[in-house]
C-alpha cells in the first residue's frame, strides 16, 4: 500500500500471476500444516453434525455439515478430511477479494488487498480451521463481486446468482442474510442504482435468495422453531435489554485482538477518512455499506452482552479493502505515515506467525494460548480408553459438547457419545436420540467442571463414584484438566 514501494512483478510476471502463484503456494502450506493442528471442539461438533446430514441444525444451518461431509467422503473420518473444505474456501475468498479490489481500484491495490487478508490473524488461522467462517466469507465476499457486476450490466442472471451466493451464505451462518440489508443500503445512497430497489432484479434475487433458505425453514417447521430459541440465547437478551460498557469494551477488544490491533485501528481509521473524504465516491459507498451494518448491529448487542469476535468477520473483507485504499493515499501524500503501515502490517504478521507456532509447540503459557483448545485431545482420548477398557462401559457421556464430540472422533471406534438429558432445543444433541437407562445401566461421565457432579444427574444415575483425575497433555506440557466419574442406575 505504500505509494511507490510494494510489490512490484518482474517482466513478462503479471500481477494476477503473483497472486495465484502466491495463493496455489499458501494453500498447499496449508493442507499440510492443517493436519498437524489438532481439531478444536467446534470442528468436532460439526464433524458429528455431518454423521446426521439434515436441513438444519440447532445452532446453524447445514451448510458446514455438508461440506465436512463432502470433505469426508473423500478423505475419510480425519483431520485432512474434516478441514480440507475450509483450506479451499479460504484460497477462494482470496481470490474473490482481489478480483473485487482489481475491479474496484487497480493491480497494485488489488496485491495488497490480498497480502492484507493473508497475513490477518482472524483470516490466516481461520484458513486452517472448519469453522462456518470458512463458508461464509467466502459467500460474502462472491456475492460483492457478484453485485457489482449485477450493478455494470442490469443482467438479470447476475441478480439470480448474488441471490444464490448470498442464500448459500446463509445456510451456513445467518449472518449473512444481512448481506441483503446492506445491498438495500447501497441502492438508497447510489443515486445511479437507486432504480434498481424495487425492481425484477431484486425479485430474482430476493427469489434465489428463498429457495436457498427452504431447507433451513422446512426445518424449524419441524422442530418448532428451535432456531428462534438458538438466536434469542446467542443474542445475549433473554432479559431485560441493559447497557454494559464493559461488555462493549470486551467485544471490542477480543475482536481486535483476532483482527490486530492496528489493523483494527487502521480500518476504522481508514472507513471514517473515506467517508469524510470521499462521500460521494460510489466505490467507497458500496464498501461502507458492506463494513458498517455488521458492526454496527453487532457493537449495539454488545452494548448488554459481549458478541463473539468472530462475528463481525464477513464485514472484513469490505474493511480490508477500505483500509489499503485510505493508507495507499495518505502515504502517497504523506511519506512518514509509511512506517505507521510497516509497522501495522508487521504487527499483525507476527501475530499470525506466533499463533502458528503456538499450535504446534508450547511457546506460550497455557492461560495465554488462543490455540490451547487445539491441544491435549489425543492425550484425553487415551485416558477415556483406558478407562472405558478397565470398566466395559459403553455408554459415554460428556458434560458439554467439547467433551463428547472429541470423544467421539479420537476414541478409536468413533463411539456414540451423548450429553445428560437436557430440555428440547438446548443443543443438538436434544434432536437426537438420547440413551436409554434400566436399571444396572452403568455409564462414564467426562467433564472438565471440578465442581460437585450436577444434582440432576445424581438423582438420574443414583450412584457416581470417580475413576480419573488427570490433565491432557499436548508436548509434555499439562493442557485442560478433566475428571472421569462412574454413573449407575438403580
Same mark, same amino acid.
Given at each position: 500500500m505504500p505509494?511507490g514501494?510494494?510489490?512490484?512483478?518482474?517482466?513478462g510476471l503479471?500481477?494476477?500471476h503473483?497472486?495465484?502463484?502466491?495463493?496455489?503456494?499458501?494453500?498447499?502450506?496449508r493442507? +499440510?500444516?492443517?493436519?498437524?493442528?489438532?481439531? &478444536?471442539?467446534?470442528? $468436532?461438533y460439526?464433524? =458429528?453434525?455431518?454423521?446426521h446430514l439434515?436441513?438444519?441444525?440447532?445452532?446453524?444451518?447445514?451448510g458446514?455439515? +455438508?461440506?465436512?461431509?463432502? $470433505?469426508?467422503?473423500v478423505?475419510?473420518?480425519?483431520?485432512? !478430511?474434516?478441514?480440507?473444505v475450509?483450506?479451499?474456501?479460504?484460497?477462494?475468498?482470496?481470490?474473490?477479494?482481489?478480483?473485487?479490489?482489481?475491479?474496484?481500484?487497480?493491480e497494485r491495490?488489488?496485491?495488497?488487498?490480498?497480502?492484507?487478508?493473508?497475513?490477518?490473524?482472524?483470516?490466516?488461522? $481461520?484458513?486452517?480451521l472448519?469453522?462456518?467462517?470458512?463458508?461464509s466469507?467466502?459467500?460474502?465476499? +462472491?456475492?460483492?463481486?457478484?453485485?457489482?457486476?449485477?450493478?455494470?450490466?442490469?443482467?438479470?442472471?447476475?441478480?439470480?446468482?448474488l441471490?444464490?451466493?448470498?442464500?448459500l451464505?446463509?445456510?451456513?451462518?445467518?449472518?449473512?442474510?444481512? *448481506?441483503?440489508?446492506?445491498?438495500?443500503?447501497?441502492l438508497?445512497?447510489?443515486?445511479?442504482?437507486?432504480?434498481?430497489?424495487?425492481?425484477g432484479?431484486?425479485?430474482?434475487?430476493?427469489?434465489?435468495f428463498? =429457495?436457498?433458505?427452504?431447507?433451513?425453514?422446512?426445518?424449524?417447521l419441524?422442530?418448532?422453531?428451535?432456531?428462534?430459541q438458538a438466536?434469542?440465547?446467542r443474542?445475549?437478551?433473554?432479559?431485560?435489554?441493559m &447497557?454494559?460498557p464493559?461488555?462493549?469494551l470486551?467485544? #471490542?477488544?477480543?475482536?481486535?485482538g483476532?483482527?490486530?490491533?492496528?489493523?483494527?485501528?487502521g480500518i476504522v481509521?481508514?472507513?471514517? !477518512?473515506?467517508?469524510?473524504? *470521499?462521500?460521494?465516491?460510489?466505490?467507497?459507498?458500496?464498501?461502507?455499506?458492506?463494513? %458498517?451494518?455488521?458492526?454496527?448491529?453487532f457493537?449495539?448487542?454488545?452494548l448488554n452482552?459481549?458478541?463473539?469476535p468472530?462475528?463481525?468477520?464477513p464485514?472484513? %473483507?469490505?474493511?480490508?479493502?477500505?483500509?489499503?485504499?485510505?493508507?495507499?493515499?495518505?502515504?502517497?501524500?504523506?511519506p512518514?505515515?509509511?512506517?505507521?503501515?510497516?509497522?501495522?502490517?508487521?504487527?499483525?504478521?507476527?501475530?499470525?506467525?506466533?499463533?502458528?507456532?503456538?499450535?504446534?509447540?508450547?511457546?506460550?503459557?497455557?492461560?495465554v494460548?488462543?490455540?490451547?483448545?487445539?491441544?491435549?485431545w489425543?492425550?484425553?482420548?487415551?485416558?477415556? *480408553?483406558?478407562?472405558?477398557?478397565? @470398566?466395559?462401559?459403553?455408554?459415554?457421556?460428556?458434560?458439554?459438547?467439547?467433551?463428547?464430540?472429541m470423544?467421539?472422533?479420537y476414541?478409536?471406534?468413533?463411539?456414540i457419545?451423548?450429553?445428560?438429558?437436557?430440555?428440547?432445543?438446548?443443543? *443438538?444433541?436434544?434432536?437426537?436420540?438420547?440413551?436409554? #437407562?434400566?436399571?444396572?445401566?452403568?455409564?462414564?461421565y467426562?467433564?472438565?467442571?471440578?465442581?460437585?457432579?450436577?444434582?440432576?444427574?445424581?438423582?438420574?444415575? !443414583?450412584?457416581?463414584?470417580?475413576?480419573?483425575?488427570?490433565?491432557?497433555?499436548?508436548?509434555?506440557r499439562?493442557?485442560?484438566?478433566f475428571?472421569?466419574?462412574?454413573? @449407575?442406575?438403580?
Amino acid at each position: 500500500m505504500p505509494s511507490g514501494s510494494g510489490l512490484p512483478s518482474r517482466a513478462g510476471l503479471q500481477p494476477v500471476h503473483i497472486a495465484l502463484f502466491g495463493l496455489a503456494a499458501l494453500t498447499l502450506f496449508r493442507f +499440510w500444516y492443517c493436519t498437524w493442528v489438532e481439531l &478444536v471442539p467446534d470442528e $468436532g461438533y460439526y464433524w =458429528i453434525w455431518s454423521k446426521h446430514l439434515a436441513a438444519s441444525y440447532r445452532d446453524k444451518g447445514p451448510g458446514i455439515a +455438508w461440506a465436512i461431509a463432502l $470433505g469426508t467422503r473423500v478423505f475419510g473420518d480425519t483431520v485432512l !478430511g474434516i478441514r480440507v473444505v475450509g483450506v479451499l474456501l479460504s484460497a477462494g475468498t482470496g481470490w474473490e477479494l482481489y478480483r473485487l479490489a482489481r475491479r474496484l481500484y487497480d493491480e497494485r491495490t488489488a496485491l495488497w488487498c490480498l497480502l492484507v487478508a493473508l497475513i490477518m490473524p482472524l483470516f490466516a488461522v $481461520g484458513a486452517i480451521l472448519m469453522t462456518i467462517d470458512s463458508l461464509s466469507v467466502f459467500f460474502w465476499a +462472491w456475492a460483492m463481486n457478484l453485485l457489482w457486476s449485477a450493478l455494470d450490466t442490469g443482467k438479470m442472471r447476475y441478480w439470480a446468482v448474488l441471490g444464490l451466493a448470498i442464500g448459500l451464505g446463509f445456510l451456513a451462518k445467518f449472518t449473512n442474510g444481512i *448481506q441483503l440489508v446492506c445491498i438495500a443500503m447501497f441502492l438508497l445512497w447510489s443515486k445511479p442504482h437507486r432504480h434498481f430497489l424495487f425492481s425484477g432484479q431484486t425479485v430474482a434475487m430476493l427469489g434465489a435468495f428463498g =429457495i436457498c433458505s427452504l431447507p433451513i425453514l422446512i426445518w424449524n417447521l419441524e422442530t418448532g422453531w428451535v432456531h428462534a430459541q438458538a438466536l434469542h440465547s446467542r443474542s445475549g437478551a433473554e432479559g431485560a435489554f441493559m &447497557v454494559r460498557p464493559l461488555e462493549l469494551l470486551r467485544f #471490542l477488544g477480543e475482536h481486535a485482538g483476532v483482527v490486530s490491533p492496528l489493523l483494527m485501528i487502521g480500518i476504522v481509521v481508514a472507513a471514517i !477518512g473515506l467517508a469524510r473524504n *470521499q462521500p460521494r465516491d460510489l466505490r467507497v459507498r458500496f464498501l461502507l455499506c458492506q463494513f %458498517v451494518p455488521l458492526y454496527a448491529l453487532f457493537t449495539f448487542f454488545s452494548l448488554n452482552h459481549a458478541g463473539k469476535p468472530n462475528w463481525p468477520a464477513p464485514a472484513l %473483507v469490505a474493511g480490508i479493502l477500505l483500509f489499503v485504499v485510505f493508507w495507499r493515499d495518505l502515504t502517497a501524500r504523506r511519506p512518514p505515515w509509511r512506517w505507521a503501515v510497516y509497522i501495522t502490517l508487521g504487527l499483525a504478521l507476527l501475530i499470525t506467525i506466533v499463533l502458528h507456532l503456538a499450535a504446534l509447540f508450547p511457546i506460550l503459557p497455557q492461560r495465554v494460548n488462543p490455540m490451547r483448545r487445539a491441544q491435549g485431545w489425543p492425550s484425553f482420548a487415551e485416558h477415556v *480408553q483406558q478407562v472405558r477398557r478397565q @470398566t466395559g462401559i459403553g455408554l459415554l457421556l460428556g458434560d458439554h459438547y467439547a467433551q463428547a464430540s472429541m470423544m467421539r472422533f479420537y476414541l478409536p471406534d468413533h463411539p456414540i457419545t451423548y450429553l445428560p438429558d437436557a430440555p428440547y432445543g438446548s443443543s *443438538q444433541f436434544t434432536l437426537w436420540p438420547s440413551y436409554d #437407562l434400566k436399571p444396572g445401566t452403568q455409564a462414564l461421565y467426562v467433564t472438565d467442571n471440578m465442581g460437585p457432579l450436577p444434582r440432576k444427574l445424581e438423582e438420574e444415575f !443414583g450412584e457416581s463414584r470417580l475413576l480419573d483425575d488427570f490433565w491432557s497433555v499436548y508436548r509434555g506440557r499439562a493442557s485442560i484438566h478433566f475428571r472421569i466419574y462412574r454413573l @449407575t442406575h438403580h
